[in-house]
């Protein structure tokens, strides 16, 4: 009998039973995580950034730099599950130190007295054996809110009657400027120079000829407007037939009455509506770039209307206006009168 090599003998033993081994083992494969819809975006956004880099990720996910860079700070390749959202709850919280006593009695006195804060609180609450501060009462007034236990009663809107208005109304639909003097908007602006003087600005405009005035009071009340309206009568070129106005104060009371005893229509805007008196608005634009950035000289009342009226001259006499085909506002109105007057 022959006998068997070494190399065979080895493979014979290791076919039997106990003493067989596996001369490969297979791979563990791990579980694969389930990501959240903003995970999988964020891993999206970090591998593109990887491949194309950071300014085309921003342009195409649309995020910012400073969040792909913090993106990939956190991202872990062997751990996708790092790019989820972390809780932004605080690490640490302020512990309870109060008792349920405290907060019982703290609802009834609350609850006896439904408008009373916290500081008006704390005195009663001595009283009653409660050491707490202020500010733990207003901690437990907010727990309490939180929980549905205190019920704040409800608020009574409170409506202001509107001022009567006798004479002013809104402005017809169908009411549209034709010639000058159909319709003058006025408005007011508050001015801050800097020497830090506080001045109101009375500014009034013709809607078709473009003609302005102006004038600068210390204040602006009904009486002021007033004042400036009798200006306006004295010295405006042009007949005024309707005035255009907001909803200020100044415009109401001695100024209306001036409007009714003049018969003139006053015409108030609707609130928050300042495009509707946007020929007075441009003009207020273009005095404060015009004349105030350029104005270096004393701010006494006589003469910085001198100064304004001035201003005022050049504007109606010697500024070509764009909306008049580069004509003066005067004139404009001298043309105006010439068409008017070749058409009788």
């Given at each position: 009998m022959s006998k068997r090599s070494k190399k065979q003998r080895g493979a014979a033993f290791r076919g039997h039973g106990h003493g067989m081994q596996l001369a490969r083992r297979m791979p563990w494969v791990p579980d694969i995580p389930t990501l959240s819809e903003a995970a999988k975006r964020r891993l999206q956004v970090v591998e593109f950034s990887l491949k194309r880099g950071v300014a085309m990720a921003c342009e195409a996910f649309g995020v910012s730099r400073s969040t792909v860079y913090r993106w990939r700070k956190q991202y872990q390749p062997y751990r996708v599950t790092s790019l989820e959202p972390r809780s932004r709850a605080p690490k640490t919280t302020?512990?309870?130190r109060w008792t349920w006593e405290d907060e019982q009695r703290i609802l009834t006195v609350r609850q006896q007295y439904p408008r009373w804060g916290k500081r008006k609180l704390l005195p009663m609450l001595r009283e009653q054996g409660c050491t707490l501060s202020e500010a733990t009462v207003g901690r437990i007034?907010?727990?309490?809110?939180?929980a549905g236990r205190l019920i704040e009663p409800k608020r009574m809107p409170v409506r202001r009657p509107r001022p009567l208005r006798p004479h002013a109304t809104r402005k017809p639909k169908d009411y549209q400027p034709q010639r000058p003097g159909d319709l003058l908007q006025i408005d007011t602006v508050h001015l801050t120079t800097r020497e830090g003087t506080q001045l109101r600005q009375f500014s009034a405009i013709d809607v078709i000829s473009r003609v302005a005035a102006v004038t600068v009071r210390r204040?602006?009340?009904?009486?002021?407007?007033r004042a400036f309206l009798e200006e306006?009568?004295?010295r405006y070129p042009i007949r005024i037939r309707a005035i255009q106005?907001?909803?200020?104060?100044?415009f109401m009371a001695e100024f209306?009455?001036?409007?009714?005893?003049?018969?003139?229509p006053v015409y108030v805007l609707p609130p928050r509506s300042p495009k509707l008196n946007g020929r007075v608005e441009r003009f207020n634009r273009t005095s404060q770039e015009e004349f105030w950035h350029c104005?270096?000289?004393?701010?006494?009342?006589v003469a910085a209307n001198a100064a304004l009226r001035a201003w005022e001259a050049t504007y109606n006499h010697v500024r070509p206006h764009q909306a008049l085909q580069m004509q003066t506002p005067l004139d404009y109105l001298r043309s105006f009168a010439t068409q008017q007057l070749s058409h009788m």
């Open positions: 302020r512990p309870v007034l907010a727990r309490l809110k939180a204040s602006a009340t009904a009486g002021t407007a306006l009568l004295d106005v907001d909803g200020g104060s100044e209306e009455d001036a409007c009714a005893a003049n018969d003139i104005y270096d000289g004393d701010l006494d009342l």
